[in-house]
């Protein structure tokens, strides 16, 4: 989940598990949502996202669902592997549409154990 | 080359120096974005742009300046740096919802 602080929430699971991270919005207005992905060193990248008009979306090995009764997001990633060890954000759009701005999360770090 | 370029990408400077951070895009993009990340708090807007001519302020404007050069150039400045602006540093670009970001400056104000 999202964290409040100078410590990142962290989320340990084995090589082939299911992880899901999980992060809960503020704003019910929000119309959409994308997950990013941050290697140590390097820039957020791009996973997967969602508009407000959906509540599932798959890509590979990756789904986010998107609860809006309870402003919950989640990312559910498929058969761990080493590589995916990062940090991830939810980012939600705020504003009007294509015209708002993306106010991200604090983060989850994901340790991956071999 | 990469998409968003930041430079530089490290930089140790003292406090009350003036210091220019600087991105450049090759993606065509009208909109571009500087944020900060510190550690357990993700990442906070300081700046974005829409256009050449349009330049708002973020959550975290204070302490920090932007010019927007041309469409594929957004520079950030902080004129008299203090030791609470040691950040990563993130500029990116959108041509709608989804951002690309460049590799990050890490700066360390002493």
């Known amino acids: 989940g999202e964290s409040v602080g100078l410590h990142l929430p962290t989320l340990s699971v084995q090589e082939g598990d299911n992880s899901i991270i999980n992060c809960a919005y503020s704003?019910?207005?929000?119309?959409?949502f994308i997950w990013y992905k941050q290697e140590s060193g390097k820039g957020p990248q791009f996973i997967i996202d969602?508009?407000?008009?959906?509540d599932k979306r798959q890509g590979q090995r990756v789904t986010v669902l998107l609860n809006k009764t309870v402003k919950h997001l989640s990312l559910q990633i498929a058969a761990t592997q080493p590589g995916d060890s990062a940090v991830y954000f939810c980012a939600e759009n705020r504003g009007r549409g294509s015209q708002g701005n993306l106010i991200f999360g604090k983060g989850t770090k994901l340790s991956v154990k071999p | 080359d990469a998409d968003v370029t930041q430079t530089p990408r490290n930089r140790i400077t003292k406090t009350g120096k003036r210091i220019m951070l600087e991105c450049s895009q090759t993606k065509g993009h009208d909109r571009m974005y500087w944020y900060r990340q510190d550690p357990g708090l993700g990442l906070r807007l300081i700046y974005y742009s829409f256009d050449v001519k349009d330049i708002n302020k973020g959550e975290i404007s204070d302490g920090y300046s932007v010019s927007r050069q041309a469409q594929a150039k957004f520079s950030l400045s902080l004129e008299s740096a203090i030791p609470n602006q040691t950040a990563l540093y993130f500029c990116?670009?959108?041509?709608?919802?989804?951002?690309?970001f460049g590799s990050g400056t890490r700066l360390t104000v002493v």
């Open positions: 704003n019910s207005a929000s119309d959409y």
């Open positions: 990116a670009t959108s041509a709608g919802y989804g951002y690309t």
């Open positions: 969602i508009r407000s008009n959906m």
